[in-house]
């Protein structure tokens, strides 16, 4: 089989034939429909002091699976988060990290919805709405972004304003749902909102706080670090709250399930719609990456073996 890899910090990418792997326990050999490109497994090629298997989000049919697999048998069609080598056409996934994927959704439907809205609702009840409340998601032009955006807006928000990197993404935003669009760049992000869902982190974390109203709440889910002053909480009576959704997935199983099942039910219901930038071949992987690096992306960025 073809599989990416690396063998330095910083790439390049570049395809190798590698044996296809056999299921451990617990496991299911998948091949591989779609592959979900993501911010954290491309800085992992740019940061990581060492190279490391391209995992992510994969979406394929089970051909054969591990001992002790009750739930899922060769046939099936299934997404899910593998922790190997994803970027291949063949990949291992954790029963436990599977879900099916319903007959009415394409491979890359469920990679674009599944982790990712697993996120973006993960934040967002991190958040704890109310109905009619304001809310802002930075990166709304992302991957997750997109279904933070929707989600808000089925969850009841009065009013929901995107925050882009680029003017040119604008439009894309308003047209998931956003009644506004702001660029990081402006001077003021309007009306301040009751909370914000931010996924930029690092020296934004000031612009994001600052459009909070007082008593607001910030979610931070960024994997891009930054610091808050406790000044600037004390001031508003503003409270921060960091959200990952791995701990979610290895502590709390059955609300990860829970969430799933919501994610699909919005989806078959035509509620959330996820967008799709560009599906690339596998050996493409190098093109995808740049799309993700320049935030050039209006929704996920796929790859296809």
């Known amino acids: 089989m073809r599989r990416v890899r690396y063998d330095s910090t910083g790439g390049p990418l570049f395809l190798e034939q590698a044996p296809v792997p056999e299921p451990g326990p617990g496991e299911l050999l ?5 592959i979900g490109v993501t911010l954290p497994v491309v800085r992992k090629v740019t940061e990581a002091a060492e190279p490391v298997p391209l995992g992510g989000e994969i979406a394929g049919g089970v051909v054969a699976v591990g001992a002790g ?3 899922f048998g060769a046939g099936d069609r299934v997404t899910g988060l593998c922790f ?7 990949a291992l996934l954790h029963e ?3 879900s099916p994927i319903p007959e009415t959704a394409t491979a890359t439907d469920a990679v674009a919805l599944v982790r990712s809205g697993l996120v973006a609702l993960g934040a967002l009840e991190a958040a704890r709405p109310e109905s009619g409340e304001a809310a802002l998601v930075t990166a709304a032009a992302s991957g997750v972004g997109q279904l933070a955006v929707q989600l808000a807006r089925a969850r009841g928000a ?3 304003v995107g925050a882009v990197s680029d ?16 660029v990081y760049t402006d001077d003021d992000w309007g009306v301040p909102v009751d909370y914000v869902l931010d996924a930029v982190g690092g020296d934004l974390l ?17 994997s891009g670090g930054g610091t808050i002053r406790a000044y600037d909480l004390l001031v508003g009576a503003k409270s921060v709250v960091g959200f990952q959704m791995a701990r979610i997935a290895r502590e709390e199983p059955e609300l990860y399930e829970r969430w799933r099942r919501e994610l699909w039910k919005l989806f078959t219901e035509g509620v959330l719609t996820p967008a799709v930038h560009g599906v690339f071949a596998l050996g493409e992987a190098a093109a995808a990456h740049a799309a993700i690096e320049a935030r050039a992306n209006r929704g996920k960025v796929v790859l296809r073996p």
């Open 30 to 34: 998948v091949r591989c429909e779609a």
């Open 167 to 182: 003017p040119a993404k604008a439009d894309f935003v308003l047209g998931l749902g956003a009644d506004e669009a702001v």
């Open 69 to 71: 697999v009750s739930r």
């Open 206 to 222: 000031t612009a994001a706080l600052a459009a909070l109203v007082p008593g607001g709440r910030l979610v931070a889910y960024s």
């Open 96 to 98: 436990a990290m599977a």
């Open 158 to 160: 009065g009013r929901v």
């Open 84 to 90: 190997g080598h994803g970027y291949a056409d063949y």
